[in-house]
Structures are given as C-alpha cells and as structure tokens.
C-alpha cells in the first residue's frame, strides 16, 4: 500500500474467502478440484445468467435513486463494488434524501458468454446494449463462489461494438476460460495488473500505444508540474480475492483479460499558496484536512487484448471511479 494514502475503510474487501484467483486458476485441461469438484460443467445455464442480469438491474436501479448502497450490496463486488460503493457513499452524504435526477439504466439486447470449468467460482461475461452511453456496449462480468450466493457483478466497462473480439467455443457455444499463468500469451493474466501499473510508472515495451497507456502518460506529465501545484502518481496491482483477473481465449489464439488497479493522485501546492476543493464527492470522502495538499484514490477496470507472445497488449477501454480523498 502506498504511503501516500492507506485505503479507506469504504474501499471494499473480497466477499468470501474463496478467491476469485482460482477463476483463472485452472489446468490446461480444464480440471481442477474445487470444493471437491472435478465436472467440467458451465458456469451458468442462459437463463440463469438472464436472471442475474436483471437481479443486477433492479438493485443498482433501487440504489442508485436512494443513493443507498445496502440496496445493492449484495450485487457488486471487486472493482465495480469499490466504485460503486463509494459513489453511493458520496451521494448519499451530499443528497441524503436520495438521488433527484435519478433515471432507471435499462440493459438489452444481452449476449452471453459463459464458460465450462470445473468447481467455484463461476463466472459468465454479458456484452448488453443501454439506455445511455450511446452506442457502447455495456461489458459485465458476473461472479459467484457458491450456489447459494447470488450473481455480483465484478467488472463493469463501456466498449464500441467494433472492439468486442470473436471467442473461442466448444461445439456446445461454450466459451474457454484462460488461465492465471497461461503460456504462450504476451502477459499471464495473473502479470497483467502488475506490468500495467509498471508500465504507467515506467513506461517501456509491451503496450500498445493508445488512450490508455502511452496518451495517459503523456497527460500526467503534462500535469505533473505546473505553476503552483505539483502532482505525484503511484499506481497498485490489484490481483487478490474479488480482484483477481479474469480471461475468456479468443478464437484467434490470444485472450481478452479484465482486471484492476489501484491509482494515487497526490496534488501539492507550492509554499503560500492552497488548494480549492469544489468537486462535492471529493468533499464527501474527505478525510483531514487540506492544507498543504490532496491525495485522490481511484480504483480502475481495464478490458485488455492479450496476443499471441511476442506481440503488444492492448488496453480497449477502461472505468475508474474515485474512492478515496485525504486532505494534509
């Protein structure tokens, strides 16, 4: 954890103690033994998934417009539930008779991808159309760790329909999940939240240049000295419990990997001079005072294209959200 700020008590742990890494985590074959589990079964029947899509809707609608994050709790988890834990937090703490301008999301058009592996946790990908956010695709990865729990959605991101890759499937329309340290891919999974936070940090090979990496670097370079303020960055893998990475192969050979990270914006003002805070869910997560400087705490999601070894990772799209503000 970085020094710069220690993480808030909104930010939200795994669930359970089951791991979502086991996700990831299985043979090449396929077959592992999870709680005592060795059938290669699919995660979830379509209508199953059909449910859990709309069980989702509903709650994050109820929250949403109550600004109530117990309404959805049980829905969300990993990076998705970080963010959207603390968005409720701020707006119910700036609104607390509930969200005035709310309108119900309403997802349609679902295509689901479920893949067949062997024990728990179970997870599908569902590629839906919105009512907002143009022509996007809404991208949700669904988890779950045991029959008994409900579908919570761990990774949410926005992608042109044109950048959705074709998978790769059984004879039965079944999908292939990738594993944690899948050889023969430009980045293991289990590597892809570490060498990207290196790579915001560092720069280097391995990335392709895009929004996302090489223009995002630019940016804070940019921003990182200007008259009377200097901005530090440090950036945090996130790979643990309902955090862990999640992959589908693609036909072509490679994998398409959701995953988390952890980001730090520390923002100081040069002697005599003060920073204004105007953002009200800046001011709602604020703990300290800010004096002399601001450190904001964001939690991101990225959808990566992962090639064939040898080629470039491509980062397609990626939600971030704030969870954290700490004034010194």
């Not at 700020?5 to 939200?12: A, K, Q």
């Not at 509930?98 to 997870?123: M, V, Y």
């Not at 022509?135 to 950048?163: C, H, I, K």
């Amino acid at each position: 954890m970085s020094k710069l700020l220690r993480r808030p008590r909104g930010l939200r742990k795994p669930a359970t103690a089951v791991a979502l890494a086991t996700a990831v985590a299985l043979t090449a074959s396929g077959c592992v033994t999870v709680h005592g589990e060795r059938e290669v079964l699919p995660a979830a029947t379509k209508a199953e998934a059909a449910r859990a899509l709309k069980d989702f809707t509903t709650a994050y609608n109820k929250a949403d417009k109550a600004y109530d994050g117990s309404l959805d709790e049980d829905h969300v988890t990993g990076a998705l539930g970080a963010i959207d834990a603390a968005k409720l937090k701020a707006g119910h703490t700036n609104h607390p008779d509930g969200n005035t301008n709310h309108s119900d999301l309403e997802l349609s058009d679902a295509e689901f991808t479920i893949p067949k592996k062997a024990g728990w946790p179970r997870w599908f990908v569902a590629n839906t159309k919105a009512n907002r956010g143009g022509d996007f695709r809404w991208m949700l990865v669904f988890t779950r760790d045991e029959v008994n729990r409900p579908w919570q959605v761990a990774y949410l991101t926005l992608m042109s329909p044109g950048d959705v890759p074709e998978f790769k499937k059984d004879k039965d329309g079944r999908a292939q999940p990738v594993t944690a340290d899948a050889a023969g891919l430009a980045v293991a999974p289990q590597d892809m939240s570490r060498k990207y936070a290196t790579y915001l940090k560092d720069g280097g090979d391995g990335f392709a240049p895009g929004r996302h990496t090489s223009q995002w670097r630019t940016t804070r370079e940019k921003n990182a000295s200007r008259p009377g303020l200097a901005r530090q960055y440090v950036d945090e893998p996130m790979t643990s419990g309902d955090y862990a990475p999640l992959g589908l192969r693609t036909a072509d050979g490679g994998a398409m990997v959701f995953f988390a990270t952890h980001h730090y914006e520390k923002q100081t003002a040069s002697k005599g001079l003060s920073i204004t805070v105007d953002n009200e869910n800046v001011k709602a997560l604020m703990t300290g005072d800010v004096k002399q400087s601001l450190t904001l705490e964001r939690v991101s999601n990225q959808v990566a294209v992962d090639p064939a070894k040898g080629g470039d990772v491509e980062i397609l799209t990626r939600l971030e959200g704030l969870t954290g503000a700490k004034g010194s």
